[in-house]
């Protein structure tokens, strides 16, 4: 069986630094950070800090040529990935698997459309509490990566990360439905990313608010709605699914849109609403949640960067 031996992760922040901290433990100096000459000088500097120890990874830059990854993951954000294709290309040959972590349902395709015939696994992550305050990330929990091949087959290339991610202590999920498992987070994401941003929630505040989170549930329901036009078909239960997760995630865990808030960094808004609004036009649904959501965390971009 082909085995995972050297892995190249682009994205060092809450998700990056979460599950490239287990990567490391496991595979030492065969992971390798892409990160640009200013970020490593700056992540040498401050450390990254992963649930309090000290991370030191062994970085690459760009422009270093080297062998191809047996895998590559993707964990930068969405506006950023164009920018992380480009700098990950000495690092992809014909066999590189990859894999993005990123939230939404245009990240794969993104890069399927540089890397054509690209071995890509389809993949979201699970109930990831983790927190990123500059170079500190702190998580409860990793939950889980759930990933599988487009045609949701059990091919060899899913079979060998399934062995790296047991030998790494990463927990996992081969999706029997792929397609429904990015539908499902993209569902969860533009309901309880968008709404806590607004609300400035941490976990807590919708698993003790009713209202806050019957306006979550809202939220995705025009996900709901639109999964019928693409052949998906999320249901009312797909939208239940989803509480006992977040019942489970640690009481002062912010989603990763109302960290950018808080950051003062641009959000995710364009790939979660804005997917949506543009769903919706193409399909007909009505999205009025979601369109005004995207003018709200509009205006709260706008507002802290007149603040800055
Ligand atoms: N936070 C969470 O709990 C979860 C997040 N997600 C999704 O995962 C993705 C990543 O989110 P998150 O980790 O929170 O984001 P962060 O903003 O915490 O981290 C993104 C990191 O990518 C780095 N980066 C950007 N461009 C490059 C580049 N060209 N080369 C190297 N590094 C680069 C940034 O570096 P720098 O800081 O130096 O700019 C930053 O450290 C998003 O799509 C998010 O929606 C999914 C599940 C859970
Ligand atoms: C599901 C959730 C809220 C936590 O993993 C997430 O994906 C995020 O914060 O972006």
Known sequence: MKKIETVSLIGLGAVGAAYGSKLHDTLKDSLQVVASKERIQRYENTGIIVNGQNYHFHYITPETKREPADLVLFAVKNADLSQAIQDARHHIGPDTIILSLLNGISSEEEIQSSYENQPILYSVCVKLDAVRQQNETNFSTLGWIEYGEKDNSKSENALAVQELFERAG?????????????????????????????????????????????????????????????????????????????????????????????AGRKTEVEYLAGTVIELGKKYDVPTPINEQLFKIIHIMEDMTSYHQ
């Open 170 to 262: 990463i927990p996992y999920k081969i999706s029997e439905d792929i397609l429904h498992s990015m539908w499902w987070k993209f569902m969860v994401n533009v309901g309880i990313n968008q709404t806590s941003a607004v609300l400035k929630a941490p976990y807590k505040v919708f698993q003790s608010v009713p209202s806050a989170y019957e306006w979550a549930k809202s939220t995705m329901r025009e996900v709901v709605a639109l999964s019928q036009k693409t052949g998906v078909h999320l249901t009312e239960e797909d939208v239940a699914s989803f509480r006992p997760i977040i019942e489970k995630m640690s009481p002062d865990g912010k989603t990763s849109m109302l960290q950018d808030i808080e």
